[in-house]
């Protein structure tokens, strides 16, 4: 088994990726031609790879299981993209976006990586604006940035509440440029089923075609995984409802190590679940905190009659209200990193100040928004600032030309007018920060298969901050990636065309189709969904917003009954040559099944609080999280042994040369 | 509530399609459309019979994944969402819903309520693109100002999911609302402008390729348009393909 070297390159931090790129190999333009790589997945970091992996001259296969890559859920990320280019005048640099990263991700994530990570974060706000990506502009026609949370600079760029989709569409049309010439290969509906290796090396995938049902087998000089998180192990979570670990599993049981599985981003600023019916939870965009309040009422008398729906929210007196985050957290109020954010809700809904019928809901209200900008606006326009019709008229424009299509969505889905009426929110699984371990160079532990985006775990640490992931999945797969995989494959431009017809592929393929076949001939008596379902209520209930070691146990001991259980009475209905959605599903939760008893194995090694994970046992007196620098300054590589229990640990410590560790205060 | 659903079902590209009638119980009015079709599923499988199959996947009206033609109307009768924004406090008690899949030839059934939309990439694939290579040493991001005007117009051109409504919406099953938002958004910036002739060609010789029909200006696809995207752009587009007929 491959060490843990995270190959950080020498030298000082600023210059380590300068000097990386100058002194590793290259591929010269003819001999790319003659080296295949696979990519699967196709959200910022895998369609911004496939796009320059395929106009550096590499031929490009890429898979995905949406029936065209721009579905691909980086679509629905919301508020934007941080850079450093201190277009504000505010202060903002290279050193300080890296800074608040590391510290956002409360000292959990490599020095270097996050370094990289904010120096190339300029070079993607250029590339897209040359890309026709339609960014958010103000009267002068340049562009326009806003806040996000965790840090005190306006860095984030944005285009409405669809940043995500915008970026994505662009990183979509340099694929399909590539796809035109022929350089891509794209594999729509199609999803990997596992990862072939030859003396060692990656070589190739197991496909399934999810319409025909076709097994396939696809070889290539590299295999990268770029399939995003596994915030689905949840069941309900704002994932899309396809989103899966399976391609980052499979890798996993073939050799690559995985880090930091617990570490888990719960959203602060979510729909709250309305029914037993919920298939998935929707993200009301972080930005939102920029203009809204946080509360719930002070005296549980106002929540019992809010409940019961004799009191409206908008009738209660300012001095009645508790905004708990400018109470607590005074310096940064509303705009308190996510974890923080999330757990202060969680508290207050425990202590039974939760506003809506299940009791987990708080407020998010822009009342004071939207009169702070109409009398900004009357005055602008010379007209009366203390008419509060014409005030409330003004501001609500203001606040709908920001805001206008997530106030839609919640309109949509609440039924409630959140211009008249605050908005309830909760928190909700969104992220995961942990994910495939991988070296400076993005290398997984097994020599030629590669993991970017979400589905590496390298730069977030234990926390990620507003609007950093869609800038690490450009970062990754526009710039990075591409860079360091020439270095591995300069020794392969004498190999050749990878052959299928072997005994390795002949062996990957028959463990897929036995598992297929083994799902379809089950003939149990409970439906996927079932399973699904029941496991994220198990990760929900005990590793969730806050652990504990006698919940983690326990949870350990429940997945794998569940696991067993599912392998016993599932019922995949249909036939294996078919479009069959209930077997691709089945697969996924199979593998869900797997990860979260590693989730649950590493929340229970990790004894310290820090970022997303909360440990009861570890807190200060005020009830602040607690880390344990001095045992826990490390990630947690998991290696693969036969079964999730029976994982081996390793542990890549965690140097910091450039920045002091300190204990996260955002009062 | 208690609804009959009537859907239409077909094995595969191949089979012979019907419509086919079930009734379903205890529809919660705050379930969106699809968790009500996740739980007829259920229903299905409980009794051993077949799900049906449908395309979906953000379920936040973003992806574009989700299709379906509810009542006789893409995305159903609510107006400016998708089928997985759709809740069923649209419907009434003992409605009966008609769900078929979005029909067109360019849009051939995959299987019941699933179709292939492959035609709207390679639209894209023609010339649907800015050729810039990604490098990232391109010029700094503020060197062309760029009026808050156009560059607003341009994002709503560009905030089409390509889910196909207005396909499916069409008499005539043309694509040139999805195609037009696409010309608009890069006519519409400098970036895109050097390109303009010949994307505006190639874009619309591949739309006609796919089999999709003309446009004969009912504004039907305005209307269904989850996302509103403007008549106006269509507009642009023929006047795009004008100029570049004439510049040969």
Same mark, same amino acid.
């Given at each position: ?47 911004? $790879? ?26 629905? $990320? ?51 604006? +040359? ?213 202060? +809700? ?22 004071? $928004? ?7 606006? +009357? ?21 709908? +030309? ?17 211009? =008249? ?235 910091? =040369? ?10 | ?77 609510? *107006? ?109 910036? @400098? ?7 010949? *994307? ?25 348009? @989850? ?8 507009? *642009?587009?023929? *006047? ?9």
């Amino acid at each position: 088994m491959a060490k843990l070297d995270s190959k950080v390159p020498k030298g000082r931090l600023s210059e380590k990726w300068t000097n990386h790129k100058s002194n590793i190999n290259l591929v010269s333009p003819a001999n790319k031609r003659l080296i295949d790589v696979i990519v699967v997945g196709t959200g910022l970091a895998g369609a911004s $790879a496939s796009a320059t992996l395929a106009e550096l001259g590499y031929n490009v296969k890429t898979f995905c299981f949406q029936d065209s890559p721009r579905r691909a859920h980086s679509i629905a $990320a919301q508020g934007g993209i941080n850079a450093a280019k201190n277009y504000q005048g505010d202060g903002d640099s290279t050193h300080r976006l890296f800074y608040d990263t590391i510290k956002g991700g409360d000292y959990r994530s490599r020095e270097s990586n996050v370094y990289r990570l904010a120096e190339v974060s300029t070079n993607i706000i250029d590339q897209c604006v +040359a890309q026709g990506v339609p960014f958010a502009r103000d009267y002068g026609g340049l562009l326009d940035n806003r806040s996000f949370g965790g840090v005190l600079v306006s860095r984030t760029f944005y285009a409405k509440g669809q940043t995500g989709q915008q970026l994505l569409l662009g990183a979509y049309s340099a694929m399909n440029r590539q796809i035109g010439r022929g350089k891509i290969k794209m594999y729509n509906r199609h999803e990997m089923m596992d990862l072939v290796l030859v003396d060692g090396k990656a070589r190739g995938i197991i496909s399934r075609n999810l319409v025909s049902g076709a097994i396939e087998r696809h070889s290539a000089h590299a295999v990268v995984i770029a399939s995003g998180g596994y915030g689905n192990v949840f069941f309900l979570s704002t994932n899309a409802m396809g989103s899966n670990v399976s391609a980052s599993w499979k890798i996993h049981k073939r050799g690559a190590h995985f880090a930091n599985p617990c570490f888990t981003q719960i959203h602060p600023t979510c729909i709250p679940v309305s029914g037993e019916h919920q298939s998935k939870l929707t993200l009301m965009s972080e930005s939102l905190r920029n203009d809204g309040r946080i509360w719930v009422p002070k005296n549980i008398e106002d929540v019992k009659a809010i409940r019961s729906g004799s009191l409206s929210p908008t009738a209660i007196a300012e001095e009645d209200r508790d905004y708990y985050l400018e109470r607590r957290y005074p310096a940064f109020g509303n705009l308190v990193p996510r974890d923080v954010a999330s757990r202060a +809700a969680k508290e207050r809904c425990d202590a039974g100040y939760g506003v809506n019928a299940t009791g987990e809901a708080v407020y998010l209200d822009f009342a004071d $928004a939207i009169t702070r900008y109409g009398k900004e606006q +009357a005055h602008v326009k010379g007209l009366d600032e203390n008419d509060a019709v014409l005030v409330k008229k003004l501001g609500q424009e203001v606040v709908r +030309a920001k805001y206008g299509n997530l106030f839609q969505m919640y309109e949509k889905i609440v039924d409630q007018d959140p211009y =008249e009426t605050p908005m309830m929110i909760y928190p909700a699984v969104h992220y995961t920060m942990g994910g495939v371990w991988v070296d400076y160079n993005l290398m997984t532990s097994i020599p030629g298969c590669y993991a970017i985006g979400e589905a590496n775990f390298s730069d977030h640490g234990a926390n990620r901050l507003g609007a950093s992931a869609l800038m690490q999945g450009l970062a990754d797969g526009y710039f990075v990636l591409p860079c360091t995989i020439g270095d591995y494959l300069a020794d392969d431009i004498r190999t050749g065309h990878i052959a299928t017809d072997t005994p390795e592929f002949d062996a990957a393929e028959k463990e897929v189709k036995d598992r297929v076949a083994a799902f379809i001939n089950n003939k149990g008596n409970r439906s996927v969904d079932y399973y699904h379902r029941k496991l994220g209520k198990i990760m929900w209930d005990k590793c969730g917003m806050s652990r504990n070691e006698k919940g983690l146990k326990e949870a350990i001991e429940d997945i794998k009954a569940l696991r067993t259980d599912f392998y016993k009475n599932v019922n995949v209905p249909g036939s294996a040559e078919e479009f069959n959605e209930q077997l691709a599903k089945a697969g996924r939760v199979a593998d869900f099944l797997e990860l979260g008893e590693l989730f649950a194995k590493d929340a229970l090694e990790r004894t310290e609080s820090c970022g997303g994970h909360f440990r009861e046992e570890s807190q200060t007196p005020e009830g602040e999280a607690l880390r344990d620098d001095k045992n826990h300054t490390f990630v947690s590589a998991w290696e693969y042994q036969g079964e999730p229990e029976k994982a081996k640990l390793h542990k890549e410590i965690l140097n910091y =040369e450039e920045i002091e560790v300190k204990t996260r205060s955002y009062k | 509530m208690n609804l009959t659903l009537k859907i239409w079902r077909q094995a595969n590209a191949d089979a012979k399609g019907e419509m086919v009638t079930y009734s379903i119980a205890d529809v919660s009015p705050d379930m969106s459309f699809l968790e009500m079709m996740d739980m007829h599923n259920e229903q299905l499988i409980g009794n051993g019979e077949d799900p049906v199959a449908f395309d979906h996947d953000c379920r936040e009206g973003i992806c574009g994944m989700c299709s379906m033609f509810i009542n006789g109307e893409a995305h159903g009768p609510d *107006r400016l969402v998708t089928t997985c924004q759709l809740h069923m406090r649209k419907f009434k008690d003992g409605d009966t819903i008609t769900i078929e899949p979005f029909r067109a030839n360019a849009f051939p059934v995959i299987k019941d309520l699933a179709v292939d939309r492959s035609a709207f990439d390679r639209i894209q694939q023609a010339g649907g693109f800015v050729s810039v290579n990604t490098s990232g040493n391109t010029q700094d991001a503020n060197a062309i100002p760029i009026d808050k005007h156009d560059a607003d117009k341009a994002f709503d051109a560009a905030t089409c999911i390509g889910c196909g409504a207005c396909v499916a919406s069409c008499k005539n099953a043309s694509a040139m609302l999805f195609v037009s938002a696409k010309v608009s958004q890069y006519a519409l910036l @400098p970036q895109g402008k050097v390109e303009a002739t010949d *994307r505006v060609m190639s874009m619309v010789n591949q739309m006609d390729e796919e089999g999709f029909g003309n446009c004969t200006n009912t504004g039907a696809c305005e209307v269904e348009c @989850p996302k509103g995207i403007s008549l106006e752009n269509i507009a *642009r587009m023929n *006047r795009e393909f004008m100029s570049a007929t004439l510049k040969g």
